[in-house]
């Protein structure tokens, strides 16, 4: 089976991240706006997408990410296994992996994009992590199950400022996503986990599918 990269054609559309919990949580590290116009790679297969983060705040733990998706039509993330590290696609930090699902893993549409794909903003509630200020760590992520098992579900590229691999090709442009969390360990209930998806400026354009590997 070979690993997909969607590509395409940049539409300037731009969609910004903005997650609502209680007030003792925020937004720790955020990779920039989803575009859902550049492309993807492949969330669902054994192959890890790792992408690079740091923070600033004395204390803070991540209690949950959010992602950006390319979906196929009413196709939702049932699941995804998840790690944090030191080193890309490296062993997990203390209480820093899992599999996330059901209740703690939450699909907000945004809309469909140019390529009839839907742009869904995924956050996955993940307890509490400890982070340390000023430390270069990695979200890694993989082996994701769609709702449609055969389907693809592809994270979205925004080439922010993350540094980023698979580990099967080794460095690609980053993802879109965020880090949530606070200090003294407060995890939101994953009830009160609520996305707002914004400024969509643009579309039309060609969907062009690559195969690598």
């Not at 492949?42 to 979906?71: H, K, M, P, R, Y």
């Not at 055969?150 to 460095?171: F, I, K, Q, R």
């Not at 200090?183 to 707002?196: D, I, M, R, V």
Request: with cysteine; hydrophobic share 40%.
């Amino acid at each position: 089976m070979k690993r997909q990269r969607l590509a395409g054609f940049p539409l300037f559309v731009a969609v910004c991240l903005a997650l609502v919990i209680p007030a003792s949580a925020g937004t720790l590290y955020n990779n920039g706006s989803s575009n859902f116009d550049t492309g993807g790679w492949a969330l669902n297969s054994s192959d890890v997408i790792s992408d690079s983060f740091s923070i600033t705040c004395q204390g803070c733990q991540a209690t949950a990410f959010t992602v950006g998706v390319w979906e196929y039509p009413g196709d939702k993330v049932l699941s995804v296994d998840w790690s944090i590290s030191l080193t890309e696609n490296g062993a997990p930090i203390p209480g820093g992996s899992g599999t996330v699902s059901g209740n703690n893993l939450i699909n907000v549409y945004v809309s469909s994009n140019a390529w009839g794909y839907d742009a869904d903003l995924v956050t996955a509630a993940i307890g509490s992590v400890s982070l340390n200020p000023n430390t270069t760590y990695w979200l890694n992520l993989t082996n994701a199950v769609v709702s449609t098992p055969s389907d693809p579900a592809y994270w979205d590229e925004n080439s922010g400022h993350s540094m980023a691999s698979e580990s099967a090709l080794g460095t690609i442009p980053s993802e879109s996503f965020s880090i949530q969390g606070g200090s003294g360990g407060t995890t939101p209930e994953p009830s009160s986990l609520a996305l707002l998806g914004s400024g969509v400026l643009g579309v039309g354009g060609l969907l062009r599918r690559r195969f690598l590997g």
